[in-house]
């Protein structure tokens, strides 16, 4: 898969993650492990470079959607401590 998909596909996961927490159905939990599991994988997974060119974007994104996460009462401690493990780490890469 080219860098371009891979970026895209990135995009499109903390795109909708933010946007699903909007409008959190109490169901969600269950889904956020997962969901912040491939969303990190994914971006570790891009070549640095390309990392570094939407480095901004993901973290305005992402942190936009930790935020959110963060004030839900129903998120679960572990999924909003993973997300900000991935923020952080987001942050400390450059």
């Known amino acids: 898969m080219g860098n371009y998909r891979e970026v895209f596909d990135l995009a499109a996961k903390v795109g909708s993650l933010e946007g699903y927490l909007y409008l959190l159905p109490e169901e969600a939990p269950r889904y956020f492990n997962n969901w912040l599991g491939n969303i990190d994988r994914m971006y570790s997974a891009l070549p ?47």
């Open 48 to 94: 640095k470079e390309v990392r570094d060119d939407c480095r901004d974007s993901f973290l305005e994104t992402f942190g936009k959607a930790v935020e959110l996460m963060d004030k839900l009462p129903n998120a679960g401690e572990e999924n909003v401590r993973l997300a900000k493990k991935i923020l952080a780490e987001a942050r400390d890469s450059s």
